[in-house]
């Protein structure tokens, strides 16, 4: 039973163009976003977050989207550049005064194209 | 420097040995948790610890027993290894004792290998 899915198990995009990552999730409890970027053999690196009280956050070439109805988030890159490569995860909490476990999703690789 | 370490990185043991995986944070933070990625990638909350004090535990098989020595320490000690342990185990912490959600910092990950 995967709360945080992430149905795009890859994509490839220019350089310089828009990525675009999609998230669902399941649980309406979820209260707390985040995505992390994960290069081959390191550990999850934090990204970018946003607050279900929030429907944006931006953080320079980064920007999260979160659509509480649809339970639906998208981080945007852009422009997207060659270090951009790596696997992006979605992930989930619900607000526990910092005792939160995050729920991940299974991943996107992006390669962007020189 | 770095926030959150592990050690060791590599790990190859054979099935029924005993093993321990240290993870210490200099990020002051108050919570410590242990994720495992499995084959499919997916990774899942294991322990979590606040000041030293068990908070999170995930239905994770009681071979695996997480110590606290200190609010900078988490290590997970895993007994009689399974093929199935073989993983990327990954530490991380989170500042804590907030009213709201909170980011968590993973560490570079230790990739155990169960033969």
């Known amino acids: 039973d995967q709360q945080v899915k992430q149905n795009s198990p890859s994509l490839s995009v220019q350089e310089g163009r828009i990525s675009i990552l999609n998230c669902d999730y399941t649980n309406s409890m979820f209260d707390y976003f985040l995505w992390y970027k994960k290069y081959p053999a390191e550990g999850p690196t934090f990204l970018i977050s946003?607050?279900?009280?929030?429907d944006k956050n931006e953080d320079g070439r980064f920007t999260v989207f979160l659509n509480k109805s649809a339970k639906h988030l998208s981080l945007h890159i852009v422009p997207s550049q060659p270090g951009d490569s790596a696997v992006y995860f979605c992930?989930?909490?619900?607000?526990?005064?910092?005792?939160?476990?995050?729920?991940f999703g299974t991943g996107t690789r992006l390669t962007i194209i020189p | 420097d770095t926030a959150v370490s592990q050690t060791p990185k590599y790990l190859v043991t054979q099935m029924g040995n005993d093993k321990s995986i240290k993870c210490e944070q200099n990020?002051?933070?108050?919570?410590m948790y242990w994720y495992k990625q499995d084959s499919k990638k997916f990774l899942k909350i294991m322990f979590s610890?606040?000041?030293?004090?068990?908070?999170i535990n995930e239905t994770v098989p009681n071979r695996f027993s997480p110590k606290s020595p200190d609010k900078a320490h988490l290590n997970l000690h895993i007994n009689s290894l399974e093929l199935g342990d073989s993983a990327v185990y990954f530490c991380a912490s989170s500042q804590g004792g907030g009213p709201r959600g909170e980011t968590q910092y993973f560490g570079p990950g230790t990739r155990l290998l169960v033969l």
């Open positions: 990020l002051g933070h108050d919570t």
């Open positions: 992930a989930a909490s619900v607000t526990n005064f910092g005792n939160e476990k995050l729920t």
């Open positions: 610890y606040n000041n030293k004090e068990l908070i």
């Open positions: 946003i607050s279900s009280i929030k």
